[in-house]
């Protein structure tokens, strides 16, 4: 879990000089996500969230067909990723909590994020979405699924 230093997220410049990995996966997940559902490269997955317990951070949006999750770590068990982001803020929190929702809004509409409290796509320094293809692009899916898939007991 990457600790983010205290103003980057507010500073356009500084948010997208971060490396691809720290950018989608602190702040702009939900770019990710709804980019990869636009042209899926795997058929199957749909969006989940995490919402945090009120007063809490670490909202986070991710892909998966049940089993397997796909976000800015690439693929991943679904079950580990959850696990995963909870011991991170909960080590940092340990009251933290989260419920899962699927995500039933549109992922790159600015008036949906905003309601949630996310930056739409025309928010940003430049459009994030050409950079979550290419992010996307980088990644041979069905190797990289195949291999999650097979270490599923």
Not at 23 to 30: D, E, L, V
Request: hydrophobic content about 35%.
């Amino acid at each position: 879990m990457y600790i983010l230093k205290p103003g980057i997220k507010r500073d356009p410049e500084r948010r997208w000089a971060l490396p691809d990995r720290i950018f989608f996966g602190y702040g702009a997940c939900h770019i990710l996500a709804g980019t990869y559902l636009t042209q899926p490269p795997l058929a199957g997955f749909h969006a989940e969230r995490i919402v945090p317990a009120e007063g809490f951070a670490g909202y986070h949006i991710y892909l998966t067909n049940g089993d397997i999750a796909f976000d800015y770590h690439g693929y991943s068990v679904r079950d580990r990723l959850l696990k995963h982001h909870r011991k991170g803020w909960s080590g940092l929190h340990p009251q933290w909590d989260c419920t899962i929702e699927i995500v039933d809004f549109d992922l790159l509409n600015t008036s949906e994020l905003n309601r949630r409290k996310m930056h739409g796509r025309d928010q940003y320094l430049f459009d994030p979405v050409p950079r979550a293809r290419r992010f996307i692009k980088r990644i041979e899916h069905r190797e990289a699924a195949a291999r999650v898939a097979g270490t599923i007991a």
